[in-house]
Every structure is written in C-alpha cells, then in structure tokens.
C-alpha cells in the first residue's frame, strides 16, 4: 500500500502562511498523482491541488490559485503546499491523497492521509 503522512496544521491569522507536509515513498512520488483536498463539517471534500510528476503536471483550485503552491523534497519524498494570504474560508481539514490516475481535483484518489487541521481566524 501507499502510505501517506500529513503535518503542518496550525492555527493562523488572516494574510499568514502556512506549509503543509505530504510524505509518501519513492515509489509513490515517481509513479502517482499527489493530490490536496479539504473539508469542513457539514460540507463536501474539495480538491484544493493536484501533482504529477511523471506528466509535469500541477493543478490548483480557482479559489487558491495564486495564493498556494507545490513543491518537492526529493531527498525526503515530500510535496509541500505552501499557502500564503490565508482567508477564513480557507480553514478545514486539509488530505494528502495518492492515485495511480491522472492528475485531478476530484476526490475519487485511492490511497488517504490521516489529514490536518487548518483554522484561519483572528
């Protein structure tokens, strides 16, 4: 199986930034899309941000586009979301996901982070 660590999560005010870590295996990283989603209670999980490595392929969501962005660790396996500017509508639980598909902002990934708490508020 593809395992997936999530950390980062913390409580922020509006205009701070925040990175959120993604760990996964080598294998993974090469060979899988990496994805970003969040939910908040009561709503539906949102793609927030996808990766592929082997198609050269990043995706953000309109609402965070501009204001998030991905890079990689190679020497640790790890995709970083880095967001800036954070907004209140911003806070959810933020997952890490793997797939073996394309790259997409869709929550049809196979393979789970544990996710991380994100709270944007003053």
């Known amino acids: 199986q593809v395992q997936l660590v999530e950390s980062g999560g913390a409580l922020v005010q509006p205009g701070g930034s925040l990175r959120l870590s993604c760990a996964a295996s080598?294998?993974?990283?090469?060979?899988?899309?990496i994805g970003w989603f969040r939910q908040s209670p009561g709503k539906e999980r949102e793609g927030v941000s996808c990766f592929s490595r082997s198609a050269g392929t990043t995706l953000f969501a309109h609402s965070v586009e501009g204001r998030f962005t991905i890079s990689v660790d190679n020497a640790k396996n790890t995709v970083y979301l880095e967001m800036n500017n954070l907004k209140p509508e911003d806070t959810g639980i933020y997952y890490c996901a793997a797939d073996a598909d394309v790259c997409k902002l869709l929550p049809e990934y196979a393979y789970w982070g544990q996710g991380t708490q994100v709270t944007v508020s003053s």
């Open positions: 080598e294998y993974a990283l090469n060979y899988y899309v």
